[in-house]
DNA sequence: CACGGGATCGTCT
DNA sequence: GACGATCCCGTGT
């Protein structure tokens, strides 16, 4: 198993830099004993306080989005629609609600748990395509919200991975934000080129 | 492949 | 009381 990525990786500053650094990442899960692992190959940055599309635009703090302002390190996870659970990943120092949505991976182990999870066959193409697609086969859930993603015992966390080439990676405007203004349009959305398990448009901008 | 609609409920107005 | 950082299935081309 590879190194856990460390406290200080969540802390920096530069949430779009991690978004775009955790391409190619592990993201692994262990509840109930149940081990899943995919590899991160599209994510969001949200950058809080400055961002229309993110729950805590304009610093606006409820009891839903108070994980976001703490320290970089925990899981956000919220309920979308009723129905899909959505993972992120909590960044900055304290204070800074930044935060980067995990939108696909490729899945890795545990195919069979995600498949049962997912209602679907193991070698669907889709397993783990879209942010509820794949929280649902990774076992996330809102009562996970809060968690340390460094914590030794903790059930969920992300594993090192060798860097991407610059070349291999592609950015766009992120998905289902037209609400948000001038916001809609930054280019906030990477994903890996390459990559069978991007969820939306593909193309480079 | 594109589009349209239904599912479903916590959160905030 | 309205509305999502979505998904899946159905229809039509």
Redesign the pocket.
Do not use: F, K, Q, W
């Given at each position: 198993m590879a190194r856990r990525l460390p406290l200080a990786y969540y802390q920096s500053d530069d949430v779009t830099g991690i978004a775009r650094d955790l391409l190619g990442k592990i993201l692994v899960t262990r509840f109930e004993g149940q081990l899943t692992a995919g590899r991160i190959v599209e994510a969001?940055a949200?950058m809080g306080p400055v961002d229309r599309?993110?729950?805590?635009w304009n610093n606006?703090r409820?009891?839903?989005?108070e994980v976001m302002f703490s320290a970089g390190g925990v899981a956000?996870i919220?309920?979308?629609?009723?129905?899909?659970h959505?993972m992120?990943v909590v960044t900055g120092p304290a204070g800074q609600p930044h935060?980067v949505?995990i939108r696909a991976l490729e899945p890795l182990e545990g195919l069979d748990i995600m498949g049962q999870r997912?209602n679907?066959a193991v070698d669907h193409p889709?397993l783990t395509?879209?942010?509820?697609?794949?929280a649902r086969a990774m076992g996330l859930h809102?009562q996970w919200s809060g968690t340390s993603l460094t914590r030794r015992q903790s059930p969920l966390w992300i594993e090192e991975a060798s860097s991407l080439s610059p070349e291999s990676i592609c950015a766009g405007p992120?998905?289902?934000?037209d609400?948000a203004g001038e916001a809609a349009s930054w280019p906030w959305r990477f994903f890996i080129r390459d990559s069978a398990w991007v969820?939306a448009r593909r193309k480079c901008t």
């Open positions: 969001e949200y599309a993110s729950h805590a606006r409820t009891a839903r989005t956000y919220y309920l979308c629609y009723g129905i899909h959505m992120n935060a949505l997912r679907l889709r395509v879209g942010p509820g697609a794949l809102v992120r998905i289902g934000v609400y969820s």
